[in-house]
């Protein structure tokens, strides 16, 4: 069973940057394809992005495209997100997420298994 803990959150000025990082315990880090999620006040959890076991493949959802950058080091056990040019709608809770099998394209959260606390993000305009 792996565990997850965010890093990284707070408050920035839009059009600033943020580096979330998730690191991973409990399961060997490498088999598991890795996504971060977000839920705004009032509002469903949403995918952001996704990356593969060996970090050759990633997935963004739409309104982080070309903005925010997944990575991940498999010798730390630890994703990334580096998220640049942030926007006052990128307020949200983020979430690490992990799960053995699914896609790297998926985007609905149910999909993934394994989940961290969660960590804030604040965007002021």
């Known amino acids: 069973q792996v565990q997850l803990v965010e890093a990284g959150g707070g408050l920035v000025q839009a059009g600033g940057s943020l580096r979330l990082s998730c690191a991973a315990s409990?399961?060997?880090?490498?088999?598991?394809?890795m996504g971060w999620f977000r839920q705004a006040p009032g509002k469903e959890r949403e995918f952001v992005a996704a990356?593969?076991?060996?970090?050759?493949?990633?997935y963004y959802a739409d309104s982080v495209n070309g903005r925010f950058t997944i990575s991940r080091d498999n010798a730390k056990n630890t994703v990334y997100l580096q998220m640049n040019r942030l926007k006052p709608e990128d307020t949200a809770v983020y979430y690490c997420?992990?799960?053995?099998?699914?896609?790297?394209?998926?985007?609905?959260?149910?999909?993934?298994?394994?989940w961290g606390q969660g960590t804030q993000v604040t965007v002021s305009s």
């Open positions: 997420a992990a799960d053995r099998i699914v896609a790297v394209s998926t985007t609905r959260p149910g999909a993934y298994d394994h």
């Open positions: 990356i593969s076991w060996s970090g050759g493949a990633t």
């Open positions: 409990g399961g060997t880090f490498s088999n598991y394809v």
